[in-house]
């Protein structure tokens, strides 16, 4: 194919597994969008090797996101390719970019990628999610995943400044189901200085935000703002799973009771936040109130 | 004094209905009385830190958290609901210990009427 003189081409042909390297490239991605001269950019999925289903919403979000930096992007696949199909597939991105002549039957359940546009949107969207859960939820359980997930939209809502908040889930090959929630608005990092009127570390200000207490709604409004984020690490790890945050240098994940951040090489727009948790249907969840 | 919370809304997620809350128990308050408040949520199933805050948050900042234990007790409440609230007092205890002050909430309010 002949590229146009005004066209930039991303490749992803390496492997995204989870974890840091692969938040870094995809910060990479949104810096070569930014500064690209070329004002149509294509986000090159042909000779696609791996992606963990994480990144679906943030791969998926791109097209949208051009009109932050006045670019046109564009997702380009090759139908041959078997993996980037099946990957495309069942994280609904083919279906959401209306290319369902390539679909291929889904190879397991999934939340197709989406976003949503505002608070009022929330509950609608969760009772859809919950439905394609992977896992069978009694109503004890699927009440607590209901207000669980609320609060990770809500925070997201709320504090991005977006007028997008995209989402998507699907199992990886570990036996566990990644949900994920990206933004592309102002970070948590600029959020928190804006707040404190002060420059403070990428770092410092991921760990300000994640403390009992902290919000930068705070003296905005005359009650407390917070805390989701400390619910969500219960039903996590509860189930044995993690929660990784990413948000402009700075770099979070929560496992096994322990939270851990670091810096990114590179600055990821907006903020990125997964959480994944067991996918063997043949076991229940357990509620965080378990236990106790 | 009971306040049945399925009476003004059908899940305890939104700020709106920890808005909605704190009205009732103003209206109750006001009346100079200092009975127990009971919070009622038969029949709630859905729960968020930010009805806590928007609600019971509130009046821990203005009266300050131990008032607040004596004050109000969450009946027919289940499991996720008063682990959520749990969250979000404690959330609260802490705010207020940071010297959140009334000066600070006369502040707001003066701010939140300018630019109303």
């Known amino acids: 194919m002949i590229f146009e003189r005004n066209e930039r081409t991303i490749e992803l042909n390496t492997e995204y597994r989870k974890g840091i390297a692969s938040i870094t490239k995809l910060a990479d991605i949104f810096e070569i969008i930014e500064h690209s001269d070329q004002k149509d950019v294509i986000i090159n999925l042909t000779e696609y090797k791996y992606i963990h289903p994480s990144y679906a919403a943030i791969i998926a979000a791109m097209p949208y996101i051009g009109d932050i930096y006045n670019k046109k992007i564009r997702i380009k696949f090759n139908p041959q390719n078997d993996k980037s199909i099946i990957f495309l597939s069942n994280n609904g991105i083919l279906r959401h970019f209306n290319a369902d002549k390539f679909l291929r039957k889904k190879t397991m359940s999934s939340i197709d990628f989406s976003y949503i546009t505002g608070e009022g949107e929330i509950g609608i969207t969760i009772e859809k999610l919950l439905d394609l859960w992977p896992v069978n939820l009694s109503p004890i359980l699927r009440a607590e995943m209901y207000s669980r997930i609320y609060e990770i939209f809500l925070n997201a809502v ?10 998507s889930g699907s199992p990886d090959t570990q036996g566990t189901f990644a949900f994920t929630v990206y933004d592309a608005g102002i970070g948590i990092p600029q959020n928190v200085n804006n707040f404190l009127k002060a420059k403070i570390s990428s770092t410092d200000a991921l760990g300000w935000a994640l403390e009992k207490g902290n919000s930068t709604l ?67 969840y357990i509620l965080s109130t378990e236990r106790r | ?90 959330n609260a205890e802490i705010v207020f210990s940071r010297n959140f002050s009334i000066d600070s909430m006369g502040l707001v309010t003066k701010r939140n009427i300018e630019e109303a």
């Open chain 1, 158 to 167: 709320t504090h991005s400044k977006s007028d997008r908040v995209y989402y």
């Open chain 2, 1 to 90: 004094m009971t306040i049945i919370i399925k009476d003004f809304t059908t899940t305890a997620l939104s700020e709106e209905a920890g808005y909605k809350l704190r009205e009732k128990i103003n209206e109750i308050l006001s009346t100079g009385r200092n009975d127990i408040i009971e919070l009622d949520f038969e029949g709630i199933s859905l729960f968020s830190t930010a009805f806590f805050n928007a609600s019971v948050g509130y009046f821990v900042l203005q009266m300050g958290p131990e008032k607040c234990k004596r004050l109000f007790k969450l009946i027919n409440i289940s499991d996720l609901g008063q682990d959520t609230y749990n969250h979000s007092l404690e």
């Open chain 1, 218 to 284: 705070n003296l905005k409004v005359d009650y407390p703002r917070g805390l989701g984020l400390s619910l969500l690490e219960s039903f996590v790890n509860a189930n044995k799973g993690d929660i990784t945050i990413a948000s402009s240098d700075a770099y979070c994940k929560i496992a096994k009771n322990r939270r851990r951040i670091e810096s990114l090489p590179k600055s990821l727009k907006g903020t990125f936040f997964s959480i994944t948790v067991r996918n063997d249907t043949g076991r229940r």
